[in-house]
């Protein structure tokens, strides 16, 4: 069955400071995969998505994103962090056919002045 | 402006009472989601549907049901039968057609059953 591993739950980290969220995936065609984030009682916001080309793919807010397919994961980065980015970040695989979207249990993060 | 609409945003029901989550969208989009969120979980599918007029179980559909009478509605009602319906409930659609692409949500209702 397909599904998505967000293996840290909270991460904390100083403002200005890189920053890696981890995202592994089980599919066994080619994947189709989003990152989300989440403020508070809100909806989710597209940061971005990869379908097919090159493997490094850039969102809005200065986020990035690496698909490495051998390794089955798509991990999300951003080279400074800002106190605005603190937030729930969710990634996410479209299974090919059934148009279905299965998340990650999410991983928060926490920005420290 | 289009988008999905989510109504209410907070609702509050008696145990035992079942209740009806409202979401619309004039995205023209053919595919609708509905997801659960609780802490610690992400987001769990209950529902899907493709095209009007039909709809598939997600992962946690017991307690659950929906219709897909009209493109652009997507109503979500929770049943005495849900165990435990207290969750924060979103709603999503997709285009579907035309290729791959991402999921657009609503704001969500908060739902809490006393």
């Known amino acids: 069955a397909q599904s998505v591993t967000q293996p840290d739950i909270h991460i904390t980290v100083s403002e200005g400071a890189s920053l890696e969220l981890r995202c592994n995936y089980s599919y066994g065609a080619t994947p189709y995969l989003f990152w989300y984030v989440q403020s508070p009682g809100q909806g989710l916001q597209l940061l971005l998505k990869y379908f097919s080309g090159d493997t490094l793919v850039q969102g809005i807010k200065g986020f990035e994103a690496e698909f490495k397919r051998s390794q089955s994961s798509f991990n999300l980065r951003k080279p400074s962090v800002h106190w605005s980015d603190a937030a729930e970040y969710f990634c996410a695989v479209c299974t090919s056919g059934t148009y279905k979207y299965i998340f990650g249990t999410g991983t928060r993060l926490k920005v420290l002045a | 402006d289009g988008g999905i609409t989510q109504s209410p945003k907070y609702l509050f029901r008696k145990e035992g009472q079942n209740v009806t989550l409202s979401c619309e969208q004039n995205?023209?989009?053919?595919?609708m989601y509905w997801y659960r969120q609780d802490p610690g979980q992400g987001l769990r599918l209950i529902y899907y549907?493709?095209?009007?007029?039909?709809?598939q179980k997600g992962d946690i559909a017991e307690g659950y049901s929906v219709s897909r009478e009209k493109k652009e509605s997507f109503p979500l009602t929770v049943t005495s039968a849900q165990k435990n319906p207290t969750a924060f409930y979103l709603c999503?659609?997709?285009?579907?057609?035309?290729?791959?692409?991402?999921?657009?949500f609503g704001q969500g209702t908060r739902l809490t059953v006393v």
């Open positions: 549907s493709q095209i009007v007029n039909d709809f």
């Open positions: 999503a659609s997709s285009p579907r057609s035309g290729g791959y692409t991402e999921a657009f």
């Open positions: 995205l023209n989009h053919d595919a």
